[in-house]
């Protein structure tokens, strides 16, 4: 689990394609200090497992599903990866609840500066776009920010010049690919009513009681 506050920005030393897989190798610094082989590292958005360490640079493996649904198999030597290291339990969650599980990938098409802001538009499958609201959260890269709108086929966030400078939306240009991940909560919210509309269960307004029934309060 991850919070979408980007640790640092890394650069790919190598990407090796193979049939049905590949490996990747990231040089980093802040990331791999008290990191241990097996351990979770968010790789622009992805959650990955470290199979091999030195000082300078880790190994993950990339499975051929996360290479077909994220945009890592567009990476380069020399591209720079936004990095976050798991959540732990003591840490400040200065972002949101980030599972490093892509469910898909959207494209940049515009980007406004306002003030000292930079608006991106980014087109989203229309798969994604229900899970979207103004002023929920979402993961663009692994990067945790707020929408701002959502229309027909794309949506709307504002970075801060921080954000534009420390993570990799700051090099990436117009149609440029970007991994998305929808807030997880609710994903689940909206799972739980859809199974209850199938199933045809009587619809239940939320209420102090209906939150009580099912062990929420």
Do not use: W
């Amino acid at each position: 689990m991850f919070t979408g506050i980007i640790e640092e920005l890394g650069t790919v030393h190598s990407l090796r394609l193979l049939p049905e897989s590949g490996q990747l190798t990231l040089e980093a610094k802040k990331v791999l200090i008290g990191t241990q082989i097996g351990d979770s590292i968010s790789v622009n958005g992805v959650c990955l497992t470290v199979i091999r360490q030195s000082d300078r640079n880790f190994t993950v493996d990339v499975m051929n599903e996360t290479l077909l649904k994220t945009n890592l198999a567009e990476l380069k030597s020399g591209s720079h990866v936004n990095l976050e290291r798991a959540l732990q339990l003591q840490t400040r969650l200065g972002g949101h609840l980030v599972s490093g599980h892509v469910d898909g990938v959207g494209t940049i098409r515009r980007i406004s500066p306002i003030g000292i802001a930079q608006i991106y538009e980014i087109n989203a499958p229309p798969a994604l776009l229900p899970y979207l609201l103004p002023k929920g959260s979402i993961a663009i890269d692994g990067i945790s920010l707020t929408v701002i709108d959502v229309e027909s086929d794309y949506f709307t966030v504002s970075l801060i010049p921080h954000t534009f400078g420390q993570t990799t939306l700051g090099f990436k240009s117009l149609n440029a690919s970007v991994n998305l991940e929808t807030d997880l909560i609710g994903k689940y919210v909206a799972r739980f009513m859809g199974m209850n509309k199938e199933a045809n269960l009587p619809k239940k307004d939320l209420s102090l009681g209906f939150l009580a029934e099912h062990g929420f309060i």
